[in-house]
């Protein structure tokens, strides 16, 4: 006899699955998924510095005051650390804008490299190479402004802190602003339109045809001019119409249109929990949830993490984070184990389950599971398609979610802000992302004995859907 779950299961199955696979085998949407997979390099070099100036510096100098031993001792070190962040979070944007014109071009069959050098170029057409900033006078009182402007200085401004600036215009600079992660949203526009109309004027052949004798090196070069020519010229004539229409460029238009009011729904309460709930939902019927809704993921989240990250170089102030949900916020506090965070599900197995299959399976996928991987679960067990786990496959990583999330917007613990390896077992990941918090890891431990709980009852129910099936053979 057909169930209500029977009848759910068809209909996912017939309407929602085929618009899912499509969207995960989208090109455009897998080049901007495997953009972000390309430059995980450089965001864990930066993260890992961070990490590590954290225990050099940061929590020494809370414990025992600036200036301490310790930290003086650890200047060099601390020094090499800033300098890899400089080398790579600050010019994140520019890594990504490469990354995305080569896996665009790549899955159109064009010349990868060149149209990931016409992406970068494109995204540099962009910025703003004369900057406007406030720069604080050390040591100069409000009481000295009316002297230095009589001595012809102009620019200055005192702020409410007391604080003198002085108004200052760069030349020939790109504020770290644009190349850091306030400007991956730039980036991810004009990368992608301008890889787009590279890539449709070589298919158009508007290019330049030389011999068959000229090495294969120079015919790409010659056979790419004309179309990065014009696509590096059209972001270029695009930033000028914004600066003459509105006086501002593309990313600060972007940033204060799109970006900000993007990033600021994605850690909202119910935003989080709706994208937890379709990753599951995806990976019930067998399709990776976090490949499918990774242009949301890596392109919202992960930029979150990274501006987290550049408030705390720049402030050292938690409380300044602006984001209270970011990419290491899943993988920290609801995916112990993997998606679903079945280590909760196979600790449950191995204490309650009554069944030598079940069993088996958990000492299998045990030791991959502690290190988050967990696909002899998925599709050992199996979870896919499996009626009697798919309540608590939906709403373990929902309920783990609202749990970090409320300690999250209380302040007893910070936002995730460090991007550390997936494969961190279960609340050391917490306790890294955030900086060495520990209340972070206890939250994140609280989660899977949460979820151990919750899996719980299904195992009892699994171990009596054996006992039933003996029981009919028997007969």
Not at 34 to 49: E, H, K, N, Q, R
Not at 410 to 426: D, K
């Amino acid at each position: 006899m057909a169930t209500p779950l029977d009848g759910f299961m068809n209909w996912m199955e017939k309407h929602f699955m085929p618009v899912a696979q499509k969207v995960g085998n989208q090109r455009h949407l897998v080049a901007i998924r495997d953009a972000f997979i390309s430059i995980m390099p450089v965001t864990m070099a930066g993260s890992v510095a961070t990490l590590l100036n954290v225990f050099f510096r940061d929590l020494p100098n809370t414990w025992w005051g600036v200036g301490n031993g310790f930290t003086e001792a650890c200047t060099q070190l601390i020094n090499v650390n800033v300098n890899v962040f400089n080398g790579s979070i600050s010019i994140l944007a520019l890594c990504f804008a490469f990354t995305l014109g080569y896996h665009l071009c790549k899955a159109y069959d064009v010349s990868p490299i060149s149209g990931g050098a016409v992406s970068l170029a494109s995204v540099v057409a962009t910025m703003n190479f004369a900057p406007k900033f406030a720069y604080t006078l050390p040591k100069v009182g409000a009481d000295a402004v009316k002297a230095l402007e009589a001595a012809g200085l102009t620019g200055l401004n005192v702020t409410d802190a007391g604080a003198v600036t002085l108004d200052v215009v760069g030349s020939s600079m790109i504020s770290t602003v644009l190349t850091s992660a306030t400007g991956l949203f730039t980036a991810l526009i004009f990368g992608l339109i301008c890889s787009m109309i590279y890539i449709k004027l070589i298919q158009a052949k508007l290019t330049i045809k030389l011999p068959d004798s000229v090495p294969p090196a120079v015919n790409a070069a010659f056979v790419a001019m004309i179309p990065g020519v014009f696509a590096i010229f059209t972001s270029a004539a695009v930033t000028q119409i914004c600066v003459v229409a509105t006086g501002a460029y593309p990313n600060d238009l972007i940033s204060e249109f799109i970006q900000r009011p993007l990033l600021g729904m994605s850690s909202g309460f119910f935003s989080v929990l709706l994208v937890q709930f379709l990753i599951q939902l995806f990976w019930f019927f067998g399709i990776h949830g976090m490949n499918v809704l990774a242009p949301i993921i890596e392109g919202v989240y992960t930029p979150a993490l990274l501006e987290n990250l550049s408030v705390w170089e720049a402030t050292r102030d938690i409380s300044q984070m602006p984001y209270m949900w970011t990419r290491g916020s899943f993988d920290a506090f609801t995916m112990m184990g993997g998606s679903g965070l079945t280590l909760g599900l196979i600790i449950a197995i191995l204490f309650f389950s009554k069944r030598e299959d079940s069993k088996t399976i958990a000492k299998i996928a045990g030791p991959m599971g502690v290190f988050n991987i967990n696909e002899p679960v998925i599709f050992g067990m199996p979870i896919v398609l499996n009626p009697i786990y798919f309540i608590p496959w939906i709403i373990v990583p929902v309920i783990t979610s609202a749990i970090a999330l409320g300690f999250t917007y209380a302040g007893i613990i910070p936002p995730v802000f460090i991007q550390v390896p997936w494969i961190m077992p279960a609340g050391l990941y917490a306790f890294f992302a955030t900086g060495g918090n520990f209340l972070a890891a206890a939250v994140a431990l609280l989660n899977l004995v949460i979820s151990v709980i919750i899996y719980l009852p299904f195992v009892i129910m699994a171990n009596k859907e054996q006992e039933k099936q003996d029981a009919e053979a028997a007969a």
